[in-house]
């Protein structure tokens, strides 16, 4: 059974998935980099970057789990000639969890004890994630959203998106939004802003900015990023 979620002309905007998804290869790209940077017993370092890279799996989880319980069943309820394709994602989200499994007690030993060893054998497990994770995110971007367009509602979408915004603490918040938005074009900007209300949208640009600016400085030990556009 086919059925379109919007008319044959209209379809749903998606690309603020793509946004999202060069956030997660440049945070998984960066992590393995921090990780082995950070000085044999320089606990107070490995603690920071720890917490970074908790926050960063957390998000990773939030935005599988939106696309599991919200996005998967409705494109194998209405695009069935797509159907072996979106069980491919979710294998391949089952090979991204069966990686994740063993991140969490890692990430905690090299905070605790940050030898070098422990910094090597977390940065090369991160570095085996993202080799699956990056295979996902780029299959996704070319065989699923265009099926998704088609078939899922502008208001279905919506709510993938405010599912993981959902289940952030209001700490969190700017800096998963300072990590969407730092490698975002001007345009990609103001698409992932429009949908949000004014104020949002204002703090965002003002002091959310100057948050995720501080954030990225203590976790990189670089000087802040410049203002967002």
């Known amino acids: 059974m086919t059925n379109l979620a919007n008319p044959a002309d209209q379809l749903t905007d ?12 440049r ?27 908790r926050l960063v799996l957390q998000g990773l989880q939030l935005h599988h789990t939106g696309e599991d319980e ?3 069943p409705l494109l194998l309820e209405r695009a069935a000639p797509s159907t072996q394709l979106v069980h491919r994602m979710e294998e391949q989200h089952h090979r991204v ?11 905690d030993r090299w905070a605790q004890e940050p030898t070098k060893t422990a910094a090597d054998e977390l940065a090369g497990t991160i570095e085996e ?12 971007e070319v065989h699923i959203l ?30 998963f939004f300072g990590m969407i938005l730092e490698d975002a074009t001007d345009e990609e900007q103001a698409m992932m802003l429009a949908s949000v209300p004014g104020p949002v949208r204002l703090f965002t640009r003002t002091a959310g900015a100057m948050i995720y600016r501080r954030y990225v400085a203590s976790v990189r030990a670089v000087s802040p990023a410049g203002p967002a556009r």
Not at 131 to 137: D, G, I, K, Q, T
């Open 146 to 175: 265009p099926v998704a367009a088609r078939h899922v509602s502008p208001a279905e979408w919506a709510a993938l998106g405010e599912h993981g915004v959902a289940r952030m603490s209001p700490r969190q918040l700017p800096i």
């Open 27 to 53: 945070e998984f790209s960066l992590l393995p980099q921090l990780i082995r940077a950070v000085a044999a017993g320089d606990v107070r370092r490995a603690r920071r970057v720890a917490e970074h890279a």
């Open 14 to 25: 998606v690309r603020d998935m793509v946004v999202v998804h060069k956030a997660f290869r």
């Open 70 to 72: 919200l996005l998967w």
């Open 97 to 107: 969890e069966r990686c994740l499994e063993a991140i969490p007690a890692l990430v």
């Open 129 to 140: 994630l993202r080799v699956a994770l990056v295979e996902h995110l780029d299959d996704e």
